[in-house]
């Protein structure tokens, strides 16, 4: 039995990386799955990959405009949503601009970071909601981040911006309860997961192997995370096997918030 099998589904950010394998998982799991992104060419090429069961949609979350355009379409068709995935978002190194810390950052990196993690949750809670009001049920799943969790020197904005998503999440978790509609609302809390976003700090000179290293030393694992393994996790909170499962959030991080990394035994 697929265990979304029927379900009408939304991912944000589903061009590649992360929002990819969910997208993918979700249609293995017998789900009609909306694919949304900025990238028009590789968000087709995704939902061709993905075959019948996936449509590409242009979708900038920044935009209430886009949502309302996306929200009417897919009301006309199915008449409303089971699952809304938002994992559009930006560390806001992209651009190659390296400098994010809180005394050097500049303000409009700091609202441009903002802009897509936190106002394209905001928006993506919103419209999910109203797509399944119909329904009195449905699950929004919001990618957060461990950055969201703990401080990042070197990143305060995206840390900013993915413990706003945590917060915000468990609210809209509560709001929904209180109005009875059944719509259940958490969060996953992902570390190192080896995605294009880490691309500009990995870089492809003869250094990129021990970039990688260092950045995972810490982590009891001793490796990044595969998309993968954070969209299994996407699946069983979409499923109905989560229904007593709201504003709770879910960390896949190797075990780097457990406390201290694990030294390896010597051999």
């Not at 075959?51 to 405009?65: F, I, N, Q, T, W």
């Not at 929200?71 to 089971?82: K, N, P, T, V």
């Not at 021990?210 to 998309?227: C, N, Q, Y």
Request: glycine residues 10%; aromatic residues 6%; contains cysteine.
């Amino acid at each position: 039995m697929k265990r979304l099998k029927g379900k009408i589904t939304l991912v944000t950010g589903a061009a590649r990386g992360i929002g990819e394998a969910i997208a993918s998982a979700f249609v293995d799991e017998g789900a009609f799955v909306y694919l949304t992104d900025l990238d028009d060419r590789l968000g087709r090429m995704v939902a061709d990959r993905l075959g019948e069961k996936a449509e590409y949609m242009h979708l900038d979350v920044r935009e209430e405009s886009d949502w309302i355009a996306v929200a009417e379409r897919i009301s006309e068709r199915h008449g409303g949503l089971d699952v809304v995935v938002n994992n559009a978002g930006i560390t806001g190194f992209e651009s190659g601009e390296l400098v994010h810390d809180p005394e050097n950052a500049s303000l409009e990196s700091w609202r441009q970071v903002h802009r897509t993690n936190l106002d394209g949750v905001f928006l993506g809670c919103k419209y999910a909601i109203k797509l399944m009001r119909t329904r009195k049920s449905g699950s929004i799943i919001n990618l957060s981040s461990r950055s969201g969790l703990v401080g990042i020197p070197g990143a305060a904005a995206y840390a900013s911006s993915k413990a706003a998503v945590r917060n915000h999440t468990k609210t809209v978790a509560l709001y929904c309860a209180e109005n009875g509609l059944n719509v259940r609302c958490n969060s996953i809390h992902p570390a190192a997961i080896l995605t294009p976003m880490w691309e500009p700090m990995l870089g492809s000179g003869p250094d990129r192997e021990a970039r990688m290293a260092e950045i995972v030393s810490d982590t009891p694992l001793r490796r990044f995370g595969k998309p993968e393994e954070v969209a299994a996790l996407a699946v069983v909170l979409a499923s109905d096997e989560a229904a007593y499962m709201t504003g709770a959030e879910l960390n896949i991080d190797g075990g780097i918030l457990a406390g201290s990394a694990a030294s390896p035994k010597a051999e």
